[in-house]
């Protein structure tokens, strides 16, 4: 499976940006996925996961109210919507699938990763 992460870049405080995590090589609708993050000098960090059903969702308290994460299956591609950003938002994101025994379970573990791009807030 790859995946490709795309989306980042510079904005400013208050901002809104779309990240997206374009898979190939098996069908999305098998896997869940998570949105990770790692700041400079910090560890990373699961900021969003959706299950494989796309109905259940969970979110970091940092981002929780400002980040939607989802996924089109038909599309093979998810999507990390960020809103009201800060400059602690500021990271490497990079997405990650796992496959899904449970279609609507919370994931927990992730087999696949992205490359990661860059976010960085501008205060």
């Known amino acids: 499976v790859q995946l490709q992460a795309s989306g980042g870049g510079l904005v400013q405080a208050g901002d809104s940006s779309r990240l997206s995590c374009a898979a190939s090589?098996?069908?999305?609708?098998?896997?869940?996925m998570g949105w990770f993050r790692q700041a400079p000098g910090k560890e990373r960090e699961l900021v969003a996961s959706?299950?494989?059903?796309?109905?259940?969702?969970h979110y970091a308290d940092s981002v929780k109210g400002r980040f939607t994460i989802s996924k089109v299956n038909a599309k093979n591609t998810g999507y990390l919507q960020m809103n009201s950003l800060k400059s602690e938002d500021t990271a490497v994101y990079y997405c990650?699938?796992?496959?899904?025994?449970?279609?609507?379970?919370?994931?927990?573990?992730?087999?696949?990763w992205g490359q990661g791009t860059l976010v960085t807030v501008s205060s």
């Open positions: 990650a699938v796992g496959y899904a025994r449970l279609p609507h379970a919370v994931p927990t573990q992730f087999d696949y």
């Open positions: 090589g098996r069908p999305f609708n098998q896997f869940h």
């Open positions: 959706i299950s494989r059903s796309g109905i259940n969702t």
